[in-house]
Antibody, heavy 118, light 110 residues
């Protein structure tokens, strides 16, 4: 059974970098699919942040592209999100998920709440 | 890209049907048959309910069905049950390896 688990600091100061890691079990990242980050602002909808493919190629949501980096560590079967220069507006629940063009995001982590505050 | 437009709320009595719309553009919903729908209960992660516009993952009841016409996709929940009360989000491939989500619809079972 595929499982994903987010980890990282729950509190980040403004202007600093938000860093989260998603550890995958039950499936090898290098075997296929893409691995994505999605966030949910408080009482709001979902926002796609970006994906990293098993090949290492990355694709980011244009409004966030200048601040986002997604990387993968296949030896640890995990992938990570870095979001730089954060502000209060980046306070959200951050989810990692497995996806494909055909099936959408079929497995999700439980989410990590990140608050941006001094 | 802008978020796909969904009605903020929808409701129905047990046993009835409710349909949620998801309106985009020819660059996303209208341009590709890669629309998916997610159910989210409070405090939980989203769950995939429909993919490729009409397909259901294993384990999703056949009460859930999807369709698309032009730039608008729809999710219909037939035979509403109390457990169907949740938020629902659509998502679409938007070309160039980009994806966009909908604004979300809160479904209430009266």
């Amino acid at each position: 059974q595929v499982q994903l688990q987010e980890s990282g600091p729950g509190l980040v100061k403004p202007s600093e970098t938000l860093s989260l890691t998603c550890t995958v079990s039950g499936y090898s990242i290098s075997s296929g699919y893409y691995w994505g980050w999605i966030r949910q602002l408080p009482e709001k909808g979902l926002e796609w942040i970006g994906n990293i493919y098993h090949s290492g190629s990355t694709y980011y949501n244009p409004p966030l592209k200048s601040r986002v980096t997604i990387s993968v560590d296949t030896s640890k079967n995990e992938f990570s999100l870095n979001l730089s220069s954060v502000a209060a507006a980046d306070t959200a629940m951050y989810y990692c998920a497995r996806g494909s063009m055909l099936r959408g995001f079929d497995y999700w982590g439980q989410g990590a709440l990140v608050t941006v505050s001094s | 890209q802008s978020a796909l437009t969904q009605p903020p709320s929808a409701s129905g009595s047990p046993g009835q049907s409710v349909t949620i719309s998801c309106t985009g553009t020819s660059s996303d919903v209208g341009g590709f048959n890669f629309v998916s729908w997610y159910q989210q209960h409070p405090g939980k992660a989203p769950k995939l309910m429909i993919y490729e516009v009409t397909k259901r993952p294993s384990g999703v009841p056949d009460r859930f069905s999807g369709s698309k016409s032009g730039n608008t996709a729809s999710l219909t929940v037939s035979g509403l049950q109390a457990e169907d009360e949740a938020d629902y989000f659509c998502s679409s491939y938007a070309g160039s390896n980009n994806y966009v989500f909908g604004t979300g619809t809160k479904v209430t079972v009266l």
